[in-house]
């Protein structure tokens, strides 16, 4: 950021989704949590979540754990797309077989604190409450009664502040945990 107020801001080389396809073992796509934020994020879903000819899931298929990501970059760079988050993610995605929602948040300083921190709380409780139910992915494969939520350095604060909120209580059913546990549609998140 530069004294008269204008900044230059490093982009990565943007790593595009799969829509849907699967590449090394993992599908990508983006999905806008927000539209009038311009919040999205982009879902990394495992191979071992679709049959074995690659295509959607056949039923009884049980539903894996959900881990919600926040990237680091100290509140002004980064996104799910960045080649580094997008290759954490991915690997992660492999590594736990569980299903990978990656957020990208505003960021400053065209978007001061607290926007971050109100766009993790939106993402989480897009991915509990309305996109679990109406994302494809999320609904057929995640189990949103097992949420996780996991950051690096920026993206760490951003945890402690969405853990924050859910321990205060702004939505009925989420609490603290630990461990995958058992599956259920209406445990505790676990962070």
Do not use: Q
């Not at 008269?4 to 990508?28: I, M, W």
Request: with cysteine.
């Amino acid at each position: 950021m530069y004294s008269d107020g204008t900044f230059e801001r490093y982009t990565d080389n943007h790593v595009p989704s799969t829509h849907g396809t699967l590449e090394s073992g993992v599908a990508t796509r983006d999905v806008v949590i927000d539209p009038d934020t311009g919040v999205w994020a982009r879902i990394f879903r495992p191979k071992s979540t679709f049959s074995s000819s690659g295509t959607e899931p056949e039923p009884p298929l049980e539903k894996v754990p959900i881990v919600l990501h926040f990237h680091g970059g100290g509140f002004c760079v980064g996104s799910p797309g960045a080649p580094h988050t997008h290759a954490f993610c991915r690997a992660m995605c492999l590594a736990t077989r569980c299903l990978w929602v990656s957020v990208a948040y505003r960021l400053a300083p065209e978007h001061k604190l607290p926007a971050a921190y109100a766009d993790g709380v939106s993402a989480f409780r897009w991915l509990t409450e309305e996109g679990g139910a109406e994302d494809p992915w999320v609904s057929s494969v995640g189990d949103v009664g097992r949420v996780f939520l996991a950051g690096e350095s920026a993206g760490g604060t951003m945890v402690h502040y969405v853990a924050g909120e859910i321990g205060s209580g702004f939505g009925s059913g989420f609490g603290f945990g630990s461990g995958l546990g058992s599956s259920s549609s209406s445990g505790p998140v676990w962070v």
